[in-house]
């Protein structure tokens, strides 16, 4: 793709799904949506990250929200805005690997409902966790963007990289996505990544960039100045901290270049000021967590990572040892072949450093998650894993290096059957196939009447340590 | 000066004087700067700024601290940092123009105590207010920093920038700072004007650029690609918002790369959460005001302005009418020959913007500030005023183009006479030449022994829409 001529930047905001999720734990509600979508869709953004990441857990956990009913909302009120959606691969939504057959449903009652983009990723970037969704997406007539989650690490080399982009491209990928969850970009490592994807690949490169270390909106300048020509941004209301960088403040940042937005500047600052309303309405979602800190430029271990690690230990009566843990995370992530620190991965990784650092002796106790990721069950570690940690871990057991879905039967038949006629809608037996509990028990309020969505909490609780998932 | 090269970034922190001053009223206390002074001193800042700005006044007016005092104790605290101010060039840090043997003694004085970098400044850019400061500043024996105070206006032209600091060298300059203090700096015109006055000029290049609009990191690292090598910011726990880009985020930006500033980020993690609880305790000095707000990029009217502007309109009830203020702003700006937005002519142009807009008639009404403006009385504007805004303010009085303090006697064996043996010392007399009735009321107060800090109001009262001053 010849981007050497510089040109228009395209903005995908995120308030309606990354914003929220990464400042007020996802709470924001259908009802504060809606009432400002005609502005939304008014300004001509690329795009608008609108559903997925932790929306439907929040929806059907907290909210009592029907998530494809949000989807379906927002679809109407945003006629003109491609939709956009965040896929966790196999995982689509939930919190296993599921059958093919589920990925193929979901993804196309996600299309029929209203998402024109979906951005797929894998913890792991185990391309194959992304192929049946991708293939799904392109199916369904959709646009396909495939996800470098970014991190840091020895193996994960520019070109590393640049040869996982150009494998997306031959799945089908219409565009890529830079996915630096934990805020690890650092503005001219930046510029040299996206020099080489654009110089390798033909189709658009996206910049996701989370603002938790400061770093964002420098990044996505040199990014762009590379040749990037898509970047995620948050209306200032909801931007900064561990969201992203302010739409307003790059599109002024750009405007009278050649990268110039073309958005205009007054019709976004009513929507920031639409939002800094609604978010004063969830003050009690707010964390000292989601604040700016340079930690993980430090560390290299993600913000909200080392806040659950700070709070478990804290359980156990052992937060003065919490510096050994943190010492102790880029040993297990070595040992475990530098998996990209992201949900589950974070979560194995963390969880194992402090076992290691609370048992006395590393890999004395060894977690099942563990054991799992050890077996192949998330799929294949970036590199090599430490064959004596693996021993311990697994025994003789052998370790599968196939897909890990490839051992799921089909199972829509099954959940269908499950669910019964709670479900009125494949919709409906895909929310339980999400969260078999949480969704039947959904499902069961809403034939019932019952369902009632957790009271916002008064504001004075704000300000505490909730822990925080990346987005 | 051959800055082709890259070549390391000098950093100076503000956030003892104009991080508070930004976002917390300037109230913070000496007591609460002493604790992290050891550590502040072993980062190797270029320079700490830690004096002037509005912090005398505080001192004076809220801390009932002696400000003397605290300098002297900042000095000692840090012995191994370069210590700065910032210095209202013919105003010192009062409200009028003084005589040079006031400004000469002041200098003097402040170099005494501890001032090792005298960043001097005019609200026109009325280089003939900076005179008398910047040669008292060379005869002192310390670093005369000219500043252009940024602005944007037909006729504030690079070349008009160029023009001043070339002059500003001349009078002996041993840098330039670009001061920003509305947040208009755009990054790609940054690294024009950078670019410029880094060939027109030998010496170096500051920037002080106030993140009000969310662009000033991003004009930073454009500056610094251009050849700027001393930024301005603060410690992430005071950044952000009307303040400065955080300081962390900022060495985070430049690590590994030829402009690596060398400082320690753990060490500055340090800092950053020392001064986060330190912020806790003045919660009710925040301000909804201070934050990201992209307005100045779209009217040019810093934030601070048109929050002061829109209360003067409340009390009148006429803030219906607020929108037609802010349109009346830029023409009232262009009558009076574009000065910069800042104290004192953010004052003078809004008050009489809004005079237009409430008599119904504009210059119906004129205040007494703009015609004290008309007739010289601050310095020389920008450019031509308009003839007959002016015939209408002041008649048939005659123009005075000279130096406003040219027509000031020396006064400071008068003030030293006025003031008698309230006065301790010379420091004492000059606290009274810049505030006559504050002044003598803390002086008096120190003898009786009845001084008493203003309480700090309980947290309760915060987020209030306390009026704002530019830094
Ligand atoms: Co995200
Ligand atoms: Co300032």
Redesign the interface.
Known sequence: MNQAEPSSVKISDVVLRDGHQSLLATRMRTEDMLPICAKLDAIGFHSLEVWGGATFDACVRFLKEDPWERLQSLREALPDTPLQMLLRGQNLLGYRHYADDVVERFVARSADNGIDIFRVFDALNDLRNLETAMKAVKASGKHAQGTICYTVSPVHTREMYVEQAKRLVDMGADSIAIKDMAGLL???ATGELVEALVEAVEVPIHLHAHAT???A??SQ?KAVEAGCRHIDTCI?AF??GTSH??T??M???F???PYDTGLD??A??EI?DYFREVRKKYAAFESEYTR????V??WQVPGGMMSNLANQMKEQNALGRIQDVFDEIPKVRADLGYPPLVTPTSQIVGTQAAMNVLTGERYKSITNEVKRYLLGGYGQPPTEVNAEVRRKAIGNESVDDGRPADHIKPEMARLEQEIGDLANSEEDVLTFAMFPDLGREYLQGRRDGTLVAEPIPAAEASGGGRPVSEG
């Not at 700016?292 to 930690?295: A, G, H, I, R």
């Open positions: 650092t503005p001219y270390s400061g770093l909106s420098l300048m200032s931007a900064g960088p302010s307003e403040a599109v002024a940042a405007q009278d270049t500047l007054v976004l600052k920031g700016e800190d340079v930690s430029q430090i």
